[in-house]
């Protein structure tokens, strides 16, 4: 059974847009990209929804996702990094069982009507899995690990082997398990390199928030400052006396199989060894400007090479998993950082959030592009009305025009997962389910 997606505009990514282009789907794989005209006639038989005055292109990656903080929109607002993640950290306890599972539905969802296909998440709880499986996302949830100085690097990698084994049966072919050693302040270099060999072990990604703030690398060469201060409770950190990028450098972990999230605070030569080192970068600007951790200098790493994806990070520091939002921020910020109009291109951010994203994961050559014999993972954005319609630059168009509310359906793996006209009440219902654990973390102050 074969079905046709036409629209206004296709934009395959890797390839030109096509004005009046269509998509043909079968057995969850793309069999045809093209002119409408022609997809048509090479398959009489199948079925066909025109979607008028949008465009098409590859579902989007959205490669850093807290799935489980769907509800932490706004807490902490305008605290200096290390307060805020204190605050972060204060709120967990106060909620009650179930709270983790219904916002992670709810994360699931809202990147679905984002127009996301796949997510690289960062989970807790783990409660991640099971939510990006039902939700019918693709990605990987990369289970975090937490060891100071004093931890046994041995156990603490034993015991998230553990949580991966009792996992794994819910893992599928769409969502597989990763690690994610949190942080080089959170996990000590012993335990960071671990944790990371144990997801090489497993042919695993690992992802870790590396030079997010100028606090991180405080607490990392010294061992003092606002976060040592913030975590004194939970954890010693002991003095390297390095930058996070050196220190993971000199342990020969940079490279393909550990995924950086934030890479705010590179200086140029850093910038340098991460792109030679083939080291995929999450840039999640909207989080970071929010916390006043900076600009990550974008433009230095795509020019050394680096494998750039986009990500919203949670709502706790993005306010949303909204990523037409982020990739507006990524394109203000590089251009006002760097001062060029030229600093990122509406094709190059579009490009971070599907093929780079891909490659980041390493789905490439699965997804990020609509292109024959990859799998059907697609996005429709309604442009009629928008103020870039008629459409001029396409990219340009879906870039600026973008949100969840254009988003007319969401499709992974050749199955429809989200579509605007029949979702309403869906969103609705898991915006309610998700309610009381805010409220709770509101509410129950100590
Ligand atoms: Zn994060």
Known sequence: MTQVYAADHVLPV???????????VADGVIVAVGPRDRVLADHPGATVEDLGAAALMPALVNAHTHLEYAAYGGFGDGLPFADWLADHIARRPRQAPGDVEAQAALG?????????????DASYAGASLAAATEAGLRGTVHLEGFGGPDADPAAVAAALAGRLDALAPAATGLVRLGVSPHSPYTAAPAVFAALVALARERGMTAMAHVAESVAELEAVADGTGPIADALAALTRIEATGRHPVDLLDAAGLLGPGLVLVHAVQLDAGQARRVGAAGAPVVHCPRS???L????????????AGAVLAIG??????????DL???LRAAVQLARAREGRADALTAAEALRMATLGGARALGLEGAVGALAPGLRADLVAVDLADAAFDPVEDPAVAVLMAGSPERVLLTIVDGVLRYRRSADAQRLA???AAAEPARR??????D
């Open 440 to 445: 709770r973390m509101i509410e129950d102050r």
């Open 288 to 290: 970071n400007a929010l």
């Open 14 to 24: 890797g390839a030109e847009p096509i004005r009046g282009g269509a998509v043909a």
């Open 324 to 326: 037409w939002a982020e």
């Open 108 to 120: 699931a969802l809202l990147c679905l009507q984002s127009g996301v296909g796949t997510i690289g």
């Open 292 to 303: 006043g951790c900076g600009i990550a200098p974008v433009r230095a790493l795509a020019d």
């Open 312 to 321: 919203t990070d949670s709502p706790a520091s993005a306010g949303d998993f």
């Open 429 to 431: 219902a898991a915006i």
